[in-house]
Every structure is written in C-alpha cells, then in structure tokens.
C-alpha cells in the first residue's frame, strides 16, 4: 500500500527522482474515443524488474480500479489483467515511463476523475499515484431523442420533445401563431420541454441548441371531423417510417382530433 506519512508521495509532486505528470482535463466527444495521458519519472537508471501499471476513477488509492496491466521483465509487453468491459486500452509503453490509455466509445457515465498509478517490484516505497488525477468531461451536440403526442381525458393533446447533448440543450417550440403554453424540465444532459393544449393545425418544430449544434424534431397536428362518433384515431410518425395508431373513446363533441408527428 501507498504509505500516506510520506508527504512528496502525497503532494503529487518530484520527490526522490519521483514524479506523475498528467493534464488537469480532458474533453472527448459522446460516441468517440479518448486519450488520457500519463507520464512518470523514477529515480532509476535501468529497471528491469516487474512492473504494474493502474488507472482507477473517483478516487486516488481507493478508487474503482478501471486498467491494470503487469509487465514481469523490461523485454515483456505490459499485459493486460483488468479492463472494465474491455474498452481501455494501452497507449504508452510503461517501461518507457507513459502510462496512457484510450478510452473508447465514451458515454455519460464516463464522465470522471482518472487517476494514473505505477507501481516497481521490490521496494515498499517503489509506488507513485496522481493525487488530483484528470477529470474526463464528455460533451455531445444537441439530439433530438423523441417528440410524441398524448391526450388528456378530456381530449386535449400535449407534444412533449426530449433532447440531450452537453452542454444541456436550449429547448423551445416554434408553431402556429397562439401557440399554447409550454413547460421545461432538465435532468443532467437532459432536457424535456412539453406544449400544452395543441389547438391551432399546422407543424409545430423542437429546436434543441448548445455551443456544439443545433438539433430539429416536428410534430404535425391536424383536426378532423369523424365519419361516426364511435371512435377516433391518432395516427404518430416517427423516423425510420414508424407509424402508430391509436384508437380513443369518443370525444363529448362531434369534431375529433387527430396528430400527425414526423
């Protein structure tokens, strides 16, 4: 174990020929790959005992260890023993003192404090970690993850549009003129904004905006007058040609409304 009394080992800083070098951020792209670099000196002119190098998140000394790789000899690559769902991958070559890895197909959740630790067979004392590590933020553009259409019991429809980048999008509706009412709701790099009382025909658009992009959904809403009151219907298009049908009880008036989204 790291022996914490030390204070260089703690201060993250050059002590005894000792030393960690990492950037304070990093920034990748949602759906993309990453490189989180990782540099180290040690006081050694040749080192050919075996090596370990690790990478944990949260955390330094105790944080969840993401990458773990062993090298017994300076002729033998750094061999894998731990990677979480096998996408970490080594980039530097430990015994020429880089511990970098790729972080490949980032999502949300990889959104962390990495930290880079060497550890040299032998000495207790032979074991060096980044303190303050590198903080991996994860952006995306705007996306439009869905728009759909319900009704109340009194059959008035709301259209609620659901979007997601990083930063958080701008979400805003634009439509018919008097166009209804309209209320948000933000969930981390997610953003819900609903239209109340869908009233006026025509195409209502979702506008979903950050300093990455500009994303657009449209719902389409009409009004018809039924064959028969028995029933209406409330056809909804979503992409890849998706269409639902819907079959409701019948309205209390004669005129029955219907929605088209696209």
Request: hydrophobic residues 35%.
């Amino acid at each position: 174990m790291l022996q914490f009394h030390d204070p260089c080992l703690l201060a993250g800083v050059q002590c005894n020929g000792w030393s960690v070098h990492v950037p304070s951020d990093v920034t990748g792209e949602l759906g993309k790959m990453v490189v989180l670099p990782c540099t180290f000196t040690h006081p050694y002119k040749t080192f050919d005992r075996a090596l370990t190098a690790i990478w944990r998140i949260k955390e330094p000394y105790n944080g969840t260890v993401i990458f773990k790789c062993v090298s017994q000899s300076s002729s033998e690559l750094c061999r894998t023993a731990i990677s979480h769902k096998n996408k970490y991958k080594l980039l530097g070559n430990p015994r020429h003192k880089d511990l970098s890895i790729r972080v490949d197909n980032l999502t949300w959740s990889d959104s962390e404090r990495y930290f880079c630790r060497v550890e040299l067979a032998g000495d207790s004392q032979d074991k060096y970690e980044s303190r303050n590590g590198i903080k991996l933020h994860v952006i995306a553009a705007p996306r439009i993850i869905n728009i759909t259409v319900s009704s109340s019991r009194d059959h008035t429809f709301q259209a609620r549009c659901t979007a997601e980048g990083e930063p958080a999008p701008a979400l805003s509706w634009s439509g018919p003129p008097e166009s209804a009412p309209s209320s948000s709701s933000i969930s981390s790099h997610r953003v819900t904004k609903e239209l109340r009382s869908l009233s006026h025909d025509g195409k209502y658009t979702c506008t979903a905006v950050n300093s990455h992009g500009r994303a657009e959904g449209a719902v389409y809403f009409y009004r018809f007058r039924a064959s028969d009151s028995s029933s209406f219907m409330v056809l909804i298009f979503v992409p890849l040609a998706i269409k639902v049908v819907l079959l409701l009880p019948p309205p209390s008036a004669p005129s029955a409304p219907s929605s088209l989204a696209r």
